[in-house]
């Protein structure tokens, strides 16, 4: 949740209207003791998605930073440049640090960023949950697409904040 993909240059509506159940279930992981790691693209000119997407987040850029209403609110954040959050990037140390075994994917996009994250958690045989009212796409149709994909394909259990948030 940066600023390009909620109101700067790839931003839209539907990310900006899961702010407030981020915000809720952020709270909850905190009072719970739960890790919260943002993964952030902070792209340089020469990533591939650049050719594909145009500039957007790019490194060192209020762009590439955390919305304002969720500041604050990470244990850790790490820096990506391509759609996966584990491909190279510390993420997967990270997670075995802490002894994590389930990852909970929230954020933009389902389609994109979400789904390939799916898979490299599916691969490094992580139980994967993605909160379904606290991701967005561009449009309905892909968001339901990719959620559908992540739990036919990666055996991903497809949640809601709320859920979440009562298993705690």
């Not at 719970?32 to 952030?40: M, R």
């Not at 997967?92 to 389609?111: A, F, K, N, S, Y």
Request: hydrophobic residues 35%; negative net charge; glycine residues 6%.
């Amino acid at each position: 949740m940066i600023n390009d993909f909620v109101t700067g240059k790839l931003g839209n509506e539907r990310a900006e209207s899961i702010i407030p159940n981020l915000e809720d279930l952020l709270e909850e992981a905190s009072e719970n003791d739960i890790l919260k790691v943002f993964v952030q693209d902070k792209h340089q000119e020469n990533d591939p998605e650049i050719t594909h997407w145009g500039p957007h987040a790019m490194e060192n850029e209020e762009g590439s930073e955390t919305i304002p209403q969720l500041e604050g609110m990470a244990n850790r954040k790490l820096s990506k440049r391509f759609y996966d959050a584990f491909y190279k990037t510390d993420l997967e140390l990270t997670l075995r640090q802490h002894q994590i075994e389930r990852v909970l994917l929230t954020g933009v996009t389902t389609d994109i960023c979400l789904q390939n994250t799916a898979a490299g958690a599916f691969y490094r045989g992580y139980e994967i949950k993605v909160v379904e009212d606290c991701t967005e796409a561009m449009d309905e149709e892909k968001k339901e697409y990719a959620l559908d994909y992540m739990r036919d394909v990666y055996g991903a259990e497809i949640v809601s904040s709320e859920e979440v948030i009562k298993r705690w």
